[in-house]
Every structure is written in structure tokens, then in C-alpha cells.
């Protein structure tokens, strides 16, 4: 009776507290998992932070903010004292989140480095019933100010379709820098002069932009902090001429059978004219497929001039079409669709070979859909030149050309009609009027001169 009376007694009594004794007396630490958005605070900054301990429960949370011997309290949280029940019950924390808002203007600190310290303790009855402990800091540098510029060239003189160049000087390295025109941003680069804060950047509108387009130079550092720099230009407007292409069923038979849509064909089939709804989707969808991808190609560039001079035209060619011809097809006298021609088609004689226009490197050299056989070579500051329908190419990527190395010959792969070149030039992912970099007054007003201005103010 007595044996039975102790074991309920044990039961009852000394595995409970032994259980909550273990329990209390845990030795696991809680964490904290902290995300920060960038080592660098600026003004608009938020750390996001979860704290969890699986054992006794959260006690007191800290958050601070400490340079030298400034510190800001960013969050100080204390948890309800958890008693013996509660390991029992759901009153134990277990776990919390927090998004901590830091606006470092109003804590007196100043820019450079800080850190951020994380202080975590539990519920836990070990060190005299003060807890396990979580200590961490952050390192992080304050900077809440903008990078200055400078814009040193002065005149700025630009056409719709067309580029320009302006050279402006940092204030502080590891800035992110360039011109924004409407939408688009051209990175500049500071290759180009021995002073590393000096940088230059070719910008450029496309054939949509006039006049009343938007132009800045926008500086961003580490941070995020933000300058954006008007600086006079001008522009200098444009028309492009409309230009009607007839569709006929013997262009269709021609072209169309070159073109493998793989599963797509099927559709077609069930189409009244197959062939003709076969094109609607090749000049269409397609083409805008095939100007995205030939339009990313660019940003493989170099941050230096490769180039030389005026750049070269295909000798003895005629000009087929221009740049940003408004397209308009026909078909049996009815208008069926529209693209604009983003370069100049330039006729030789059949398979004629084709010269690099310019100093540079291959970075494209193959088959994309409605451009055929492709090449496109970088010649610095993310300009190309784009070389397409071509017969055959005799350059890869990678590989590094002089002005006139044969890289290649006319053809009509793609959709071309007829033997011809169809030749581009892209600055980033804008396509531009060529007309103007086969003018060698031209990259001398606009280019060149300016370049050696700068050079002669900073030496």
C-alpha cells in the first residue's frame, strides 16, 4: 500500500516538477533572424527581424542603433513573465516578428560606420533565473547623402532616332550613374579618361521620342541616395517616311516554308490562307520577339571607345529601305499589318561580302528568326552595330575585328526578299539612325571633339 501510495506520490509530484525543472533550465539560446536591406542606411530604410525560442519562451527584446557612444533604441519589447503552467498552456511566446523602421536623421549620428545590435533573452532559469542570451551586431555604414555631379560638356545637340554624348564628373566612387531619356537609361562609363570620376555616357532618343522628351543624368550610390542633373540640349525633330510593302502568294510560298513554328504549324492549318496567317504571326509576334532578344545584346560591352572614325557603309550598295520606315503590308490590295523598319537595308551585288563597320568585338554570331544569320559587334560605351540576313558568318562571339574584317556575306535569311544587308546601329536597347555614324563631320561635332575638349580641362 505504502509502495503504491509513493509511485502515485512520484507520479503526481516529482516527475511533473522534475519535467518543469528540465524545462526551465534549458540551455538552448533563442535567435534572431535579422534581414537588412542594403549595408548601407539611407533615409528610407526598414530592418525585418524574426525572433524565436523554442524552449521557455521570449523575455526582452532590443534593438539598437549604437555609433561611438550614441545609441537609439530602435525596439525594446518585453514578454509577460511565463509561469510553471505555462508549459503547459499557449500563454508562452514562442516566436515574433517585427519590421523596424530606421529614419537615421533624427538620431543625431552622422555619416560612416555604425552598427546594429541585437540583444535576445528567454525565460529560461539558467544564470540566476536571467536566461539564455542573444547577442549580435551588424555592422553598417550611414549615408544620407546624395552624390554630387558635374555635367563639363556644354552643348548637346540631338535628333529623334539619333545619339548624343555628354561627359559629367562624381564626387564619390562606387556611384551608379548614367542618362535617363523619357524611359530609357544609358549607363555611363569611366573608362574613357585617366580621372576614374570623370564619365561619359552616350544617350540617344528612339524613333517614338521628340522634343518634349525628358533628359537627365540620375547618380545613385551604395545607399540608394539619388541626384538627378538637367543639362541644355537640344532636339531636334524628325519625320520617317511611310512605305507600303505588297504581300504576294509567290512571296509566301518563297518565305514562309523557311520559318519552323514547331508546334504553332498546326494552327496555321485551319487557317483559310495558312500561309498568310502563318506571316501575321511571324511579322508580328515574331518580329517583336526577335527585336527583344537582338535588343538585350548590347549591354555585353566594354567601358572604352573601340572604336575609330566614322563608321563604314557596305561599299557599292543602294539603299533598299531607311531607318524607321513605317511599314504598312498589303495583301490583294488590303492593308494587313505594320512594323517599323529598325535599320537601313543596303543591295549589292548577290552574297557580297561584308566588312566590320567599325573596331570591336563579336558578342552575337547567329540564327534569330525574322534577322537570319546575325552579327553584332560591340564597339564600346554599349554601342553596336547589328548585321543581319547574312549568307553566311565568318566571325563568333568573342572574337575581336578591325574596321573592314570580312565578317560575313549578304543573303536573305530571315525575312528578307531578296539578296541584301540590313545593317543597324544600337546604343543599349534603343536602335538608332546609322545615317549618322557614316558621318565623319558629324561623330566629330557631336563625339570626338567633345572628348578631347574634356581631355584638355583635366590634364
Known amino acids: 500500500m505504502k509502495r503504491t501510495l509513493f509511485l502515485i506520490i512520484f507520479l503526481a509530484i516529482v516527475v511533473p516538477v522534475g519535467w518543469v525543472l528540465f524545462c526551465k533550465y534549458e540551455g538552448d539560446l533563442p535567435k534572431a533572424d535579422i ?22 519562451g521570449l523575455k526582452h527584446i532590443t534593438v539598437s542603433l549604437v555609433q ?95 545619339a548624343g554624348l555628354v561627359v559629367y564628373k562624381l564626387d564619390e566612387e562606387n556611384v551608379q550613374s548614367g542618362v535617363r531619356v523619357g524611359d530609357n537609361f544609358f549607363p555611363g562609363y569611366s573608362g574613357v579618361f585617366n580621372d576614374p570620376m570623370v564619365v561619359t555616357a552616350l544617350f540617344a532618343l528612339d524613333h517614338t521620342q521628340g522634343p518634349d522628351t525628358r533628359i537627365v543624368v540620375e547618380a545613385r550610390d551604395s545607399a540608394g541616395n539619388e541626384t538627378k542633373r538637367g543639362f541644355y540640349h537640344y ?52 518580329r517583336r520577339q526577335n527585336v527583344e532578344t537582338v535588343a538585350k545584346v548590347p549591354s555585353d560591352t566594354r567601358a572604352e571607345l573601340m572604336w575609330k572614325g566614322r563608321f563604314n557603309r557596305l561599299p557599292g550598295a543602294a539603299n533598299r529601305a531607311r531607318f524607321a520606315d513605317k511599314r504598312t503590308y498589303k495583301y490583294n490590295g488590303k492593308f494587313i499589318s505594320h512594323s517599323t523598319h529598325l535599320g537601313i537595308d543596303l543591295a549589292s551585288t548577290s552574297n557580297a561580302p561584308v566588312g566590320a563597320a ?102
Open 35 to 56: 534581414r537588412l536591406p542594403s549595408q548601407y542606411l539611407k533615409q528610407s530604410y526598414e530592418i525585418n527581424m524574426t525572433a524565436t525560442d523554442n524552449g521557455a
Open 68 to 162: 561611438k557612444d550614441n545609441e537609439k533604441v530602435l525596439l525594446d519589447k518585453s514578454y509577460p513573465p511565463s509561469s510553471i503552467l505555462s508549459l503547459f498552456s499557449d500563454n508562452i511566446i514562442l516566436s515574433d516578428s517585427f519590421v523596424i523602421p530606421v529614419e537615421t536623421r533624427k538620431y543625431g549620428m552622422s555619416d560612416g560606420q555604425a552598427v546594429i545590435r541585437i540583444v535576445v533573452t528567454d525565460y529560461a532559469w539558467r544564470k540566476w533565473t536571467k536566461g539564455n542570451r542573444f547577442y549580435q551586431e551588424r555592422p553598417v555604414i550611414i549615408d544620407t547623402v546624395a552624390p554630387r555631379l558635374q555635367v563639363l560638356t556644354s552643348q548637346h545637340n540631338v535628333s529623334r532616332g539619333g
Open 235 to 286: 532636339i531636334k525633330d524628325k519625320n520617317f517616311r511611310p512605305d507600303t510593302l505588297p504581300i504576294s502568294d509567290g512571296f509566301l510560298e518563297f518565305k514562309m516554308h523557311d520559318f519552323d513554328l514547331g508546334p504553332r504549324e498546326a494552327q496555321f492549318l485551319t487557317e483559310q490562307n495558312p500561309l498568310l496567317a502563318k506571316f501575321l504571326y511571324i511579322n508580328e509576334t515574331l
Open 358 to 459: 567599325n573596331n570591336g568585338r563579336v558578342i552575337m554570331a547567329e540564327n534569330v528568326g525574322i534577322f537570319g544569320n546575325t552579327v553584332i559587334i560591340d564597339h564600346g560605351l554599349g554601342l553596336a552595330s547589328l548585321y543581319a540576313h547574312l549568307s553566311q558568318m565568318n566571325v563568333a562571339k568573342g572574337d575581336m575585328v578591325k574596321t573592314d574584317d570580312i565578317i560575313g556575306r549578304t543573303g536573305l535569311t530571315g525575312l528578307a526578299g531578296g539578296d541584301h544587308l540590313h545593317f543597324s546601329m544600337m546604343l543599349h536597347n534603343v536602335f538608332i539612325n546609322p545615317v549618322e555614324w557614316w558621318d565623319a563631320a558629324w561623330i566629330k561635332n557631336n563625339i570626338t571633339s567633345k572628348i578631347e575638349s574634356i581631355e584638355e580641362q583635366i590634364q
